[in-house]
């Protein structure tokens, strides 16, 4: 069977417009640390960070306050972060949606150095205005990583702190995380160990 020639001339030229066009989409911008840090980035832009080390995008102050990991053994368990938006800003208002609200809002993401993603699970929670100098926080929630998973990845687009471009990539170590946050803390309704 034959297309009609009307078909292959209308749809061909619009598909070849369409793959120059995703080619030609402008890179992520990423964001370095700045302020006081002792954070490394990699070449792909994931910031290495230990518990509380702040990261800079815009006038927000980002950091990963506490994490609870999943008690060993449990299948259903869930890794939850407390987040950190600080307002760096003397004298301006800052937008923030957090991460964990609804579909509507940029989402984090939170993958492992085996590619595997995992669910966010979603919340309802409001946009926000923080004061210049105050700081709010939320909690993250995700599925369980695989036991195999050695650094966890958590992506924040930047459009929820009032940033048009960019996100924040964060690369944490599980060993180091573990080592330098240990309690006996059943962490957050009973979940896991706060890690």
Known sequence: MKLPRLVLCVCLPLWAAIIVACKNDP???FAAPTGTTSGTVDSDGWVELSPGTPVTLGAA???IREAWFPITGDPEGQIEFK??????SDTKLLSYSPWSADRFS????LKDEHGNSYKR???????VDIHPKASRSEDLTFTKPVAAAKWLLLELPGQNVGEDAGAVRIKMSIEKWTKSN???DPGPKGKGKKK
């Open 27 to 29: 890179p992520t911008k």
């Open 61 to 63: 102050s980002i950091s």
């Open 83 to 88: 987040v950190g938006v600080s307002n760096t």
């Open 106 to 109: 940029p989402m984090a993401s």
């Open 121 to 127: 699970f979603v919340k309802t929670l409001p946009t």
């Open 182 to 184: 240990a309690t006996d």
